[in-house]
């Protein structure tokens, strides 16, 4: 198997790297929850997106005809790799643009397809998911938001819960019960909601472990939207669903940010201990569990090079993405761990007792210090969202282990 790039992706990577260099803007727009209440930030996020999408560096495998430019998936994820490495912005629109986007192109009819891609591109139009509610998160199929059909309109009523970015987003893509008959799976129809606005839909924040407003709860009470805005036939919506959450579910395995991960673990780790223990690295059951998580991360990658050697062929990832959820979730959460570990008083920068005690200057490793207690806890939900981790198993055990 030859894993080497091609002359012409080598160019591509150079000509990223440059951009990205001269480009990426000073301020900061790293985290996915910063500031995101703030509209000034949104301003400056989705600029960066539209910025980069007109550079042409934004899903450029898609097709031609709905702003992409028909590439070999390979160069998007060499894109994708070069922003990891230039610490670059993480793109607001990414729902729309790895989710909802690929399924739309594949299940959407021509006039959604026109009306809905061109905004996802360019930031203009984001989307969030509403599929989980208060009594359907592994059991998906019981859930209970309701939409009946008047005239050219559903009325739904019901609520969904969890739901990342409902407050920033514009529009919403949804399961609906359209049927209470026979198997649950068969009475569920995917809407698209017109606008976040619409009469009826409020949006409640729910706030996380981590003191970060990501995720929400939101309630339709009698909220029209056109018939016309259903993808896939009425009732199929179950089969629609599981294709988007193929897309959702590789995110967290995504190899390029688990090395940046591990590289910023080692780094911490080779200090000099502050009261002159030593250096961490340097213990051998610290150095043992950092090898590990490295091992586990490479042979992620191979999976990850199997996926995209797929998607380059035109077949999706399939059950695999299940395999890559838990290998990710679990692999990030342990180098959490080790970072938290490492920087021991560090990590809690806002610690009142290691403040008065003069511990909690971040001086040694600004970054990380600032950041390895709230991704600790942020990531606590990674083996929960997109399907919990001990879901994926159950799938991993039928679809790829025929069990
Ligand atoms: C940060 C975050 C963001 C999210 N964002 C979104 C979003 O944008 N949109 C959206 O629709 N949803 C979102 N979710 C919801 C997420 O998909 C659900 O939380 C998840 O599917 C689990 O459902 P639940 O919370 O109802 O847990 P439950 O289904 O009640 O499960 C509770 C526990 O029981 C276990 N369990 C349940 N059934 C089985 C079984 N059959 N076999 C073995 N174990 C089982 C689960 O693994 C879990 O450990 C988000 C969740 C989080 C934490």
Redesign the pocket.
């Known amino acids: 198997m030859d894993l080497s790039f091609t002359s012409e992706e080598e160019q591509l990577r150079q000509k990223v790297r440059k951009f990205l260099a001269e480009e990426i803007p000073k301020s900061g727009l790293k985290s996915a929850s910063e500031g995101r209440e703030d509209k000034a930030w949104l301003a400056k996020a989705k600029a960066w997106q539209r910025k980069l999408y007109e550079a042409g560096y934004v899903a450029l495998a898609w097709p031609r005809e709905y702003g992409g430019q028909a590439m070999d998936p390979v160069k998007q994820s060499i894109v994708n790799e070069e922003m990891v490495r230039a610490n670059a912005p993480y793109l607001v629109g990414g729902?729309g643009l790895g989710m909802f986007g690929p399924t739309l192109i594949s299940w959407g009819d021509e006039e959604q397809k026109k009306r809905f891609l061109p905004k996802i591109l360019t930031a203009e139009e984001i989307w969030?998911?509403?599929?989980?509610e208060p009594g359907?998160?592994?059991?998906?199929a019981s859930l209970q938001t309701r939409a009946v059909r008047d005239g050219d309109d559903y009325v739904i009523d019901g609520t969904?819960?969890?739901?990342?970015?409902a407050h920033v987003a514009d529009h919403m893509f949804c399961l609906v019960r359209t049927a209470t008959e026979g198997k649950p799976q068969d009475g569920i129809s995917f809407v698209l909601i017109d606008s976040m606005q619409t009469p009826g839909l409020s949006v409640k924040p729910i706030v996380?472990l981590a003191g970060d407003h990501?995720?929400n709860q939101v309630f339709f009470d009698s909220v029209r939207t056109p018939v016309a805005n259903r993808i896939g036939p009425e009732n199929a919506g179950w089969t629609v669903a599981k294709y988007l959450l193929e897309f959702e579910r590789g995110g967290d395995a995504y190899t390029p940010n688990l090395y940046a991960r591990i590289e910023d673990v080692r780094r911490i780790a080779k200090e000099e201990a502050a009261d002159g223990s030593g250096r961490l690295i340097e213990e051998r059951g610290f150095a043992e569990r950092l090898a590990e998580a490295e091992i586990a991360v490479q042979a992620l990658e191979m999976i990850e090079l199997q996926v995209l050697s797929d998607l380059s062929k035109g077949r999706n990832p399939g059950a695999v993405s299940s395999q890559m959820k838990i290998r990710g979730s679990e692999t990030l959460q342990a180098l959490d761990h080790l970072g938290v570990e490492a920087l021991a008083w560090y990590a809690a920068p806002f610690e009142p007792e290691a403040r008065m005690m003069g511990h909690n200057e971040p001086t040694v490793v600004p970054d990380l210090g600032l950041t390895a207690m709230p991704l600790y806890l942020n990531n606590r939900?990674s083996t929960?969202?997109?399907?919990?981790?001990?879901?994926q198993r159950?799938i991993v055990a039928k679809a790829v282990l025929a069990l």
Do not use: M, P, R
């Open positions: 729902s969030c998911q509403g599929y989980s359907s998160g592994s059991d998906l969904k819960i969890w739901t990342t970015g996380t990501e995720v939900a929960i969202y997109a399907g919990s981790n001990e879901i159950n």
